[in-house]
Structures are given as C-alpha cells and as structure tokens.
C-alpha cells in the first residue's frame, strides 16, 4: 500500500464573500455555490487550478521521495481528520475530484503518476471519517493495485 498526506488547508482557497475576502473550504457547498454565479464555471475552474497547485508540488515530492506511480485497477481508501465536526463527510469527499486531478497533472522526469482517473485505474473509493485534528487536519490517502 502506498501513502500521501494532504493538509485540509489545500482545499482552503481566498474568496470574496459578502463583501471582503475570506478563506473559503473548497467543499461541494461551495462548489455548487460558484455555479450558481455569473460566469461560474470560469470561476470554478480557477478555484480548482489553485486547490491543485497546491497538491501537485506535494506529489512530485513524493514522486521524488519515491512514491510509485499509480497502477491499474486501484483502490483508494481515504481517512479524513477534520479540524472540527461543522462539515459533513459528503461534503468533503467531493474533493477527490481536485485530488485524482492533480495526481494526474503530476510527474517527475516525464513519469506520470496517474494517467488517468477513468475505471480503467480507479476501481473503488472508500471514505471514513478518524475524527478531529484541530492541530492537523489532514486526509490521509492509501491505495493498492487489487494484486496487492
């Protein structure tokens, strides 16, 4: 099984609400929010190079460390410490979405960690909640080829 630890301030992003710039959790809420608005997709998809500029250096450095590349038929399992109990699990796992997509963006020396996030790599995601963390709120993600 390998491993990557994402800091939960990855998802964490500046935004202009009611008036005055806030950090803002990238959570599906939010999300859905930022489609609701004019030009919401143009914004959307800025939020989302952002949340993954930050996790694609994180990556590499694994990569580098020597973290090996994604593998066929993966499954992932996902264990969320959050830094309080104010928003939901569903809410938070949305996220997948900003963190298969930086995995693919990453590589080191043209290899590639995640060519793709299709079935062909990811087969099943599993989530649980571990609790709060105020200190380090994290996710902490395993996966394994189902060969392993």
Known sequence: MEK?????DDFVIPMKRQGKMRQVKMTLNNWIMIHGMNAGRIIANKRK???QAKIIPRVDQAIVDGL???????KFHFEWYFPDRRT???NWTFTHKFIF???QA???QGRVFMPNDNLKYVV???DDFMGVDKANPRVEIEWGSDDE
């Open 101 to 103: 997509d930086a995995f």
């Open 49 to 51: 190079h952002q949340i």
């Open 106 to 108: 990453s590589s080191v």
């Open 68 to 74: 090996e590349p994604i593998d066929k038929r993966t």
């Open 4 to 8: 990557l630890i994402i800091p939960l």
């Open 124 to 126: 099943a995601t599993y």
């Open 88 to 90: 939901d699990l569903d």
